[in-house]
């Protein structure tokens, strides 16, 4: 049986503990998406009207640096958000998102999660927490990169 | 004390700056290794350091992977076959192989620190059916700094997960780009039957320790190689003390329940 947009929310570690009643509202602006290989998820600059949870798969996150390309700042892979800058305004992308390789998601509508937040601060509490945990590991892990764990002791 | 005689049969240059040597007894040899544990390696008229062993359990056969860093390093790193350089050993804990049947094992490894980890992936390969699940997650800072990178597939398709991620990436790197600590939160295994080998620079091993420990895995089931400066091998000399413990004897190989204490400890 093809699971419903609900069971996705519901087995999304992202989304645990939250109420039925906020899974159900949360699936009506959720639906299944694939990025075949290769496929850009968006670009950098452009407005971020959703945001994904990752079921399957990986995806990168990447700028573009003059003379070297499209340089992948940091991986997502199962279980993992993607993007938050659909957050707040302006409602752009800060980084751009790349699939290397096909991989499942449940995509959710920006507008629809920020209306539903406004009507109903509990889910936007409970929203909004998962969100800064996911910020706070994100700068914790760009805090370990900048320690360069690995550089040699003078 | 005495080093032995050792003579340098064969060499790989792994990266720019770091190679393993493979050394073999000219006379008597020492005991075979267990992995984890480490030899003192003598590069003749320059000085002595601590080596760990990197390769399967073997009493005619030494394997030891290095990266220069300073004056005895690089004499060693730079050692061509059929030189002879002298080493004392085996010293020290090593990481507690086999750990019970049926348990899933964890194996992390940064930089450097996947050299002390392969005698210990070997021995999983070898005995693969012993356990559940079996990962070995690797970092570095970038790609051209990855060791040993022609046996992922090998031990991948031997039934070790294999994960692999750098610090920073140029766009011919296709894998992972983030720290090697991202990769327990999506890695499937039982925290309560888990065990979980790490090494590498000690800040590394910290925060990949409270990721694992963030899971459920219990600290006395994370093992971490903590080095210091060994200097006798047999716990005389007290150079690499570390509060109570004296590494050369009582590690490199420490539960995180006795090193988390220690190592949050400023300038121990």
Avoid at chain 2, 101 to 124: C, Q, T, W
Wanted: charged share 20%.
């Amino acid at each position: 049986m093809t699971a419903t947009s609900y069971d996705l929310l519901a087995a999304s570690a992202f989304l645990t503990g939250l109420s039925e009643g906020h899974l159900r509202q949360l699936s009506y602006t959720a639906s299944r998406c694939v990025f075949r290989a290769g496929s850009r998820v968006f670009a950098e600059g452009g407005h971020a009207d959703r945001f994904w949870l990752i079921n399957a798969g990986r995806i990168d996150l990447d700028t573009h640096v003059p003379g070297r390309g499209d340089v992948v700042v940091e991986t997502l892979g199962p279980g993992a958000v993607l993007g938050w800058s659909w957050l707040f305004p302006p409602y752009r992308w800060h980084f751009g998102a790349f699939a290397p390789q096909t991989t499942f998601a449940v995509s959710l509508d920006a507008s629809g999660v920020r209306r539903l937040c406004e009507r109903d601060p509990a889910l936007g509490y409970q929203l909004t927490s998962r969100f800064v945990q996911v910020v706070v590991e994100r700068l914790q892990a760009t805090r370990m990169r900048l320690l360069d764990l690995y550089k040699v002791p003078s | 004390m005495m080093p032995l005689p050792y003579r340098v049969t064969g060499r790989r240059q792994e990266t720019s700056d770091t190679a393993t040597l493979i050394l073999e007894p000219v006379r008597q040899p020492m005991a075979a290794a267990r992995p984890g544990q480490f030899s003192m390696v003598y590069a003749f008229g320059v000085g002595e350091v601590p080596i760990s062993v990197s390769g399967p359990p073997d009493a005619d056969l030494v394997v030891h992977t290095l990266r220069a860093v300073g004056a005895v390093t690089r004499a060693l790193h730079d050692a061509r076959v059929g030189q002879v350089l002298g080493l004392r050993g085996p010293y020290g804990t090593d990481w507690g192989l086999p750990v019970p049947v049926g348990s899933d094992l964890v194996i992390v490894g940064g930089g450097i620190g996947l050299a002390p980890l392969r005698p210990a992936v070997y021995h999983a390969l070898d005995q693969r059916a012993r356990y559940r699940r079996v990962a070995v997650l690797i970092g570095a800072r970038t790609p051209d700094d990855l060791l040993f990178t022609k046996e992922y597939d090998d031990w991948r398709a031997g039934g070790v997960e294999v994960g692999v991620t750098v610090d920073r990436a140029d766009t011919t790197w296709a894998g992972r780009v983030g720290v090697v600590p991202d990769l327990i939160t999506g890695l499937e295994f039982a925290p309560e039957s888990t065990v979980a080998l790490v090494c590498g620079p000690e800040v590394m091993m910290r925060f990949t320790a409270r990721a694992l420990l963030r899971r459920g895995v219990p600290p006395a089931a994370v093992r971490v190689s903590l080095e210091r400066n060994m200097h006798c091998g047999t716990a005389l000399c007290g150079h690499c003390q570390l509060g109570p413990l004296l590494l050369c004897r009582d590690g490199p190989v420490v539960g995180y329940d006795r090193a988390q204490p220690l190592t949050g400890v400023k300038e121990l």
